[in-house]
């Protein structure tokens, strides 16, 4: 079955940098497109990255220019470096499949990610 574990969240100052990672398995990793979404408490999960089966990617104005999304294929892993956070980025963060290729994967725990002085 497909798992999806994210990792390293935290709690950053504004302006901060983290770099988050989706470690994915029971899937072809390679041949899906992935995002990365995140879910403020009250609010809806939205598509903050994704990135193409061929490595193009796409973001929303609200994190373009300051995150950036990658992966690599042999280690079945998806990355989000976010720089510049700032207190509206703090959210609870996921990996899975954009939900326009499908019906989404389970779910994982997501990782925290925290903006605050």
């Known amino acids: 079955q497909v798992q999806l574990v994210e990792s390293g969240g935290g709690l950053v100052q504004p302006g901060g940098s983290l770099r988050l990672s989706c470690a994915a398995s029971?899937?072809?990793?390679?041949?899906?497109?992935m995002g990365w979404y995140r879910q403020a408490p009250g609010k809806q999960r939205e598509l903050v990255a994704t990135i193409f089966s061929g490595g193009s990617t796409n973001y929303p104005d609200s994190v373009k220019g300051r995150f950036t999304i990658s992966r690599d294929n042999a280690k079945n892993t998806v990355y989000l470096q976010m720089n510049g956070l700032k207190p509206e980025d703090t959210a609870v963060y996921y990996c899975?499949?954009?939900?326009?290729?499908?019906?989404?994967?389970?779910w994982g725990q997501g990782t925290q990610v925290t903006v605050s002085s």
């Open positions: 029971g899937i072809r990793f390679s041949i899906y497109a």
């Open positions: 899975n499949r954009p939900s326009w290729s499908g019906s989404p994967w389970p």
